[in-house]
């Protein structure tokens, strides 16, 4: 197994190399004119998880322990984002197209459609029964499988001359209907459509082909949806059908999607018929073709059209349903236990259950944490803000390009709101599968819409998100006017927070907006003009924000920026007659207010210089103190230096003092901040400071003198 794995290696990144240099011999449909936006994806991939390598390794390193109920678990989720990236690559790292003539098929072979209904509108039914009948296909049966035992739908297969099942026990749902069928039918090939699908004529036709290759068990298309102008919750998939099921289709693992796809009898009579054991059929019964050994194929072409939930009810209960059946098969059928599947298969169907995981437990940490971060004033790190952005953004920038040329030329960003906007119903499926081991859920039906619906009301279905929303919200402007934090460690969170409101803004605005149906016919056009820039134009708006953002933290004045934000603030207070209950002021203040009156006290060769500042009640805070532990800022020759820092900390509320040392006969200025009960409290403060500072140099702890507790402190008797 190991040996294998290896000479798969080495024939890998030989055949890679043989494409970057051109020299690799393209025999696949559009394999040779991919080849540029697949090399640039290729060398996108390799930057951006070098890049985020090193931030994690950085990220360890400064890890905030002192935040330890938080800091920890956001390490975690910052290590699945970068492995989440690169299972996305590896998913989509060479997609595999076809031909949409598909492939000559001389001699015709009987197929049988089956057409599943439990419960649908007649007229709905009616219309994919009538589009099936007109198939392009001569040797061709059509059955109705109906899984309610209605008299209209038997009906109107005899109107069609249609076939027509009716079982009176309703055990399994979905695969118990089409089982009962497939025993009772023996066309050599069986096309499977929801109720809701209407096949194009050309469907058989064009996928018939495949099955030349005595090993393909099915073949399955591209599925496309009525849906509202604009796509309002990304019910077309294009990530999915466009990128990863094209990427699977390479490592001979596409699945199926339960319609739209033909499956070859003999396949299936391998494995018993199509799969019960979980809640729908389709992906375990595609694993359990692939286990054994079964080949299959994704046709990347819409040959059928059906109906999508139209409101956030209906998105709700058909995502919690797709993704509780994918967590059931990675909790319970673990693919990686299959021995009959590949290393890249097994991959691939982990995948599909880690995704739902990583949208439901992992991206709300990273939603959370601004807020966090802003309303307690504990940043994850212990560095620098400037740092953090230094280490952070590069990397994200690195990935935001690599996920668009990954995805090209499939806008990805609206398709990654509606994923993480999910996060309740891929919380509420993790529970749905894990308590389902030896009993599978039930299986419900998804309404398809037809003509108007009852509207319900979208707002408790959105609270999840509008409470992430309203409390990012809330601690910008709460922070912004109790001002205790440093202002690039506001800013810094505010620019996370702003990302979380532009991230569950998506389905928010999807769930409450009314939608507009386009008419019959009515196909949405790209624009003529620019159509290159109407599919790059989000990921060039990301890159550019991101781009400045960076820019800003790390050149900008950051006393300039607070001093403005201060005047801001000001202003703001003002217009409310608001009285800040803390003592706060700018530095810009404090220097006007400050008489440098110097009071000298000889001891050694060190000298005590106090700031003669108007206090406010620090002398009252002096009193209290009964403490020895100092931090030290900074040792410096200039005087004005020193002075400087100490306005600036004295401008934070704390007890800040220099004094004047020789060594090796020049003076020094060494400014200090005190004074704390032991040595840990004042590390830890000291490592706050580096924060909110953005110091770059070593700070350090020791205890006072004396001296120093006799002039600005009290010392415990």
């Known amino acids: 197994m190991v040996s294998k794995i290896k000479s798969d290696i080495l024939i890998g990144v030989k055949n890679w190399w043989l494409d970057v240099l051109g020299k690799r011999v393209y025999f696949r449909y559009l394999e040779k004119e991919d080849r540029k936006r697949r090399l640039s994806a290729q060398f996108s991939t390799f930057i951006t998880i070098i890049l985020g390598i090193y931030y994690i390794i950085w990220h360890l390193k400064w890890i905030n322990w002192q935040f330890w109920y938080f800091s920890p678990i956001f390490f975690f989720a910052e290590l699945i984002g970068l492995l989440l990236f690169t299972f996305f690559a590896i998913d989509a790292w060479r997609p595999r197209y076809h031909s949409p003539e598909g492939i000559p098929f001389e001699s015709p072979i009987s197929v049988d459609v089956f057409i599943t209904v439990a419960g649908e509108p007649i007229e709905l039914l009616s219309e ?34 249609c076939g027509y099942f009716a079982r009176e026990e309703h ?23 929801d109720a809701d699908q209407v096949p194009k004529p050309e469907i058989i036709k064009n996928l018939i082909g495949y099955f030349k290759i005595p090993h393909i068990a099915f073949v399955q298309t591209k599925q496309d949806f009525k849906v509202p102008k604009g796509d309002p919750f990304g019910n077309t998939d294009r990530i999915f059908y466009n990128v990863m099921q094209s990427g699977k289709d390479t490592d001979n693992a596409a699945f199926s999607c339960g319609s739209g796809v033909i499956y070859r009898r003999k396949a299936l009579e391998e494995i018993g ?63 990686f236990k299959r021995r009959g599947l590949s290393l890249k298969q097994k991959l691939q169907y982990f995948h599909l259950g880690f995704v739902y995981i990583v949208a439901g437990f992992i991206m709300p940490i990273f939603f959370i944490t601004p807020i966090i971060a802003l309303l307690t004033n504990n940043f994850v790190l212990e560095s620098p803000v400037n740092t953090y952005v230094l280490h ?9 390009i690599a996920y668009g040329i990954l995805n090209f030329p499939t806008p990805y960003m609206k398709a990654f709101q509606m994923w993480t906007g999910l996060f309740p119903t891929f919380i509420w499926a993790t529970w749905i599968a894990l308590r389902s081991k030896k009993r599978k859920p039930p299986y419900k039906v998804n309404p398809k819409p037809l003509g108007e619906i009852k509207p319900k009301n979208p707002w408790l279905g959105i609270l999840p998100q509008l409470s992430i929303i309203f409390l990012s919200i809330f601690s910008i402007i709460y922070v912004f006017i109790k001002d205790d934090v440093a202002w690039d460690f506001y800013l810094l969170n505010c620019v996370w927070c702003c990302w979380s409101i532009w991230t569950m803004s998506g389905i928010c605005l999807a769930a409450i907006r ?41 050149f900008a004045d950051m006393s300039r920026v607070g001093d403005y934000l201060n005047q801001i603030r000001s202003k703001f207070l003002s217009f409310f007659s608001y009285k800040n209950p803390t003592w706060s002021f700018s530095i810009q203040e404090v220097i006007e207010k400050t008489k440098i009156e110097p009071i000298i ?12 500042i108007d206090r406010r009640g620090v002398e009252e805070k002096k009193d209290k103190l009964k403490k020895d ?30 004094v004047k040392t020789k060594i090796k006969g020049e003076d020094w200025y060494r400014v200090r901040i005190g004074f704390f009960e032991s040595e840990e409290k004042a590390k830890e403060v000291g490592k706050k400071i580096l924060r909110q500072l953005s110091i770059d140099f070593p700070i350090w702890v020791t205890k006072a003198s004396s001296e ?10």
């Not at 296909?137 to 109107?156: A, Q, T």
């Not at 953004?393 to 935001?400: G, L």
């Not at 939608?515 to 003009?529: A, F, T």
């Not at 550019?544 to 933290?553: E, R, V």
């Open 273 to 335: 018929g199509f799969s019960t054991w979980n809640i729908v059929e389709d992906v375990h019964t595609s694993m359990l073709l692939h286990d054994r050994g079964w080949r299959s194929i994704y046709y990347n072409y819409p040959l059928s059209k059906g109906t999508a939930p139209a409101d956030i009810y209906g998105v709700y209960r058909q995502r919690k349903q797709w993704a509780a059946d994918s967590l059931r098969i990675l909790f319970w059928d673990n693919p």
């Open 514 to 554: 009314k939608h507009r149906w386009p008419k019959e016919g009515e196909v949405e056009e790209e624009s003529k003009l620019f159509p290159l820039f109407s599919k790059i134009k989000e990921l060039l708006f990301t890159i550019s924000i991101s781009m400045l953002i960076t820019i800003f933290f790390l």
């Open 708 to 717: 120093e507790i006799r002039v600005y402190g009290r010392k415990e008797r």
């Open 128 to 161: 994919t029964v009538k589009a099936a009948v007109s198939i392009d296909y001569p040797n061709k049966k059509i059955y109705i499988l109906d899984d309610k035992g209605d008299s209209e739908y038997k009906r109107l297969a005899q109107v069609l001359g």
């Open 171 to 193: 055990k399994d749902a979905k695969a118990g209907n089409l089982n009962y069928a497939f025993k009772r039918t023996s066309g050599d090939l069986i096309l499977t459509l």
């Open 601 to 612: 006290e000889e001891q050694s060769n060190t000298k005590f210089i106090d700031l003669q």
């Open 629 to 658: 532990w100092v931090i030290q800022i900074l040792s410096s020759m200039s005087m004005d230096e020193a002075k400087t820092y100490c306005e600036m900390l004295y401008s934070k509320d704390f007890i800040v003092y220099f």
């Open 392 to 400: 952070r953004f590069p990397y994200f920038i690195s990935m935001s």
